[in-house]
């Protein structure tokens, strides 16, 4: 039940986190598929609003260090675990279930049929939006981040709290 709880928690944060970030698209450009990204690069109208590769590096490595700061206080005091194993597999169960919803709801379902993240200029480019396979992919990118991060949430849970 705590699983269950802690899932519906996680996703329904996640989900008002990409909201308030998707409240200005062209600070999630690099979230989009890379025919895309390449056309609103190459227009005019979007130049100089564009976020940098560090701002892109910065703002993941910012949320990673934010996911393991939650996950560690998550499987430490809520679900009691005191061990790098327990926090680890339980981390990475819950981190999978969030990067699930994230995938198929938030990215497939959502933002692949919202026409409010449509760049204008790129309206023709629907296939593009409609690039299940790019979301699909960036689930199992995902799930190799959720290695490190769950990790180090491990470590911590383990050495520190």
């Not at 490595?61 to 675990?81: D, E, P």
């Not at 993240?117 to 799930?143: A, L, P, Q, R």
């Amino acid at each position: 039940m705590t699983l269950l709880i802690e899932s519906v928690v996680l996703c329904l944060a996640f989900a008002l986190m990409v909201y308030v970030l998707s409240r200005e698209p062209i600070k999630t450009l690099y979230n989009y598929p890379p025919k895309i990204q390449e056309r609103v690069m190459a227009l005019e109208e979007y130049r100089g609003q564009i976020p940098t590769q560090e701002n892109k590096v910065a703002a993941k490595c910012a949320a990673s260090l934010l996911f393991v700061v939650v996950l560690s206080l998550i499987m430490r005091y809520i679900n009691g675990y005191t061990t790098f194993l327990q926090a680890f597999c339980g981390g990475f169960v819950l981190w999978t279930i969030v990067n699930l919803f994230d995938a198929v709801v938030l990215d497939i379902i959502w933002f692949c049929h919202d026409p409010y993240f449509v760049f204008k200029g790129t309206e023709d480019m629907v296939e593009e939006y409609h690039n299940y396979w790019f979301h699909i992919k960036g689930f199992f990118i995902g799930e190799a981040l959720a290695l490190v991060v769950c990790a180090l949430a491990g470590l911590v849970v383990q050495f520190v709290l």
